[in-house]
């Protein structure tokens, strides 16, 4: 077997070289201006004809500017972390280091700030940076307490861009815009990306675009209870329609084996529904988590509708106005849940709209086993009764009840009653 060596050359002498991108000889000869050149080496339109011969042979051009961290691994160690976190940013064309090296700028940022040889502009530069990993990892406290200590200067455009993003996610447009106002006047070479960056905000402020929000529902969460502890209105989370999964690709059930005997472990659940015009809506998730014949937790979260629902009867409109939204209700659902079979006393009905909170949080089957009730009590009736869920109930002296808390344990209360009285 032969192994092909793939030659290349060293961007700085043009030697063959067979690994890395610089021969040995060149090792010492690194400077802080090569690695920005090569972090913004423009292989479209190349005015460097080694480099260009180099990064023509690369999968992506792109590959080449990030040579750029490598070699600031040949410069003084000193000053090495520093000009890794400025090529970085170099690397995008928007301001402050791509969610590729957050991770490494959370980690090096305060050992850059702490090094020798770095001077205040750099340190607050490096802050910048920092600042917008936090931002773009959602950690607002971090990035509020952080957001204090940036400062502005003549030497840098990113502590302006950063801190305009950060006034403009806590929908401070007017702090945002007048930063942006002040670096136009210091950085003509940043003049397109500011009017850009300050045309978006101006949008946002007149409500011709909404305000900033996560893209990922739990994210929103965090987000908006951060914007309400500091007492900044925003707009409600709501539902996504966009990505629920169609009725079409809902798996099917997977449904208890009616020929063994109750099951000892199970989740009694009732999803309480309201009606907008034709569409039900759950409002309401309860459940009760049964080991061994007896109840060890119960589970209740009212779910904010698709809909909006006036005068609901079941619940109370304040109930629903704070309430979370579908995606994040069944998620904690699921979890409260577990590997457990769900038991329900009326699964005809309740199976749509358990799929319907499923399809909603854009989940296409429930892994769980279905312990519908009543078809269990059906199939075990020594003379093929149809039961419903009432006359099963009144065969064991039970009573229905209203909320859904008490009808999930009511549930509970007819399985063990049925397992203790036998179902013929
Ligand atoms: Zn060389």
Redesign the pocket.
């Known amino acids: 077997m032969t192994v092909e060596v793939e030659e290349t050359k ?6 063959n ?1 067979s690994e890395g991108i ?6 010492t ?1 690194v400077t802080e201006e090569l690695c920005q050149k090569v972090a913004v080496f423009d292989y479209l339109n190349p005015d460097n004809e080694l480099w260009a011969s180099i990064a023509e042979k690369l999968v992506s051009g792109y590959i080449f500017r990030e040579y750029s961290l490598e070699l600031a691994d040949y410069l003084n160690e000193d000053r090495k972390l520093y000009l890794k976190l400025l090529c970085m940013n170099l690397l995008y064309k928007k301001t402050g280091v791509s969610s590729k090296y957050r991770a490494f700028v959370l980690e090096n940022a305060d050992l850059c700030i702490n090094s020798q040889n770095i001077n205040d502009e750099e340190k607050n530069f490096v802050l910048a940076l920092k600042l917008n990993a936090f931002l773009l990892d959602f950690r607002w406290k971090e990035a509020e307490e952080l957001s204090d200590s940036i400062k502005f200067d003549k030497s840098f455009f990113e502590p302006y861009s950063i801190m305009a993003d950060y006034y403009m996610k806590l929908r401070d447009y007017k702090k945002a815009l007048q930063l942006l106002d002040k670096a136009k006047k210091l950085f003509p070479e940043f003049v397109e990306r500011i009017e850009e960056e300050s045309l978006d905000i101006t949008h946002r402020s007149t409500g011709e675009k909404k305000g900033y929000k996560p893209p990922k529902a739990e994210d929103i969460t965090v987000f908006y209870s951060f914007l309400d502890e500091k007492g900044i209105p925003h707009e409600s989370q709501s539902n996504s329609r966009k990505n629920k999964v169609k009725e079409s690709d809902f798996k099917p059930y997977k449904r208890y084996d009616n020929d063994d005997a109750i099951p000892n472990d199970y989740v009694a659940f009732w999803l309480t529904s309201e009606f907008h015009l034709k569409s039900e809506e759950v409002v309401e998730i309860s459940a009760v988590k049964v080991c061994d014949g007896k109840i060890t937790d119960k589970y209740h979260s009212y779910v904010k509708p698709v809909n909006i629902i006036k005068n609901p009867k079941s619940v109370s409109e304040e109930n629903l106005k704070d309430a979370k939204i579908i995606k994040l209700v069944f998620s904690d659902f699921v979890s409260f849940v577990d590997g457990n079979i769900l038991a329900n006393v009326s699964f005809g009905k309740q199976g749509k709209l358990l799929e319907r909170l499923a399809r909603y949080s854009e989940k296409n089957e429930i892994k769980n086993t279905i312990f519908d009730v009543v078809e269990y009590a059906e199939d075990n009736a020594d003379d093929f009764e149809t039961l419903t869920s009432e006359s099963l109930l009144k065969k064991y002296n039970l009573k229905d009840e209203v909320s859904g808390e008490k009808k999930s344990e009511l549930t509970y209360k007819l399985i063990e009653k049925m397992r203790k009285n036998g179902i013929k």
């Open positions: 060293c961007l700085i002498c043009g030697k070289i610089i021969c040995e000889e060149c090792k000869n």
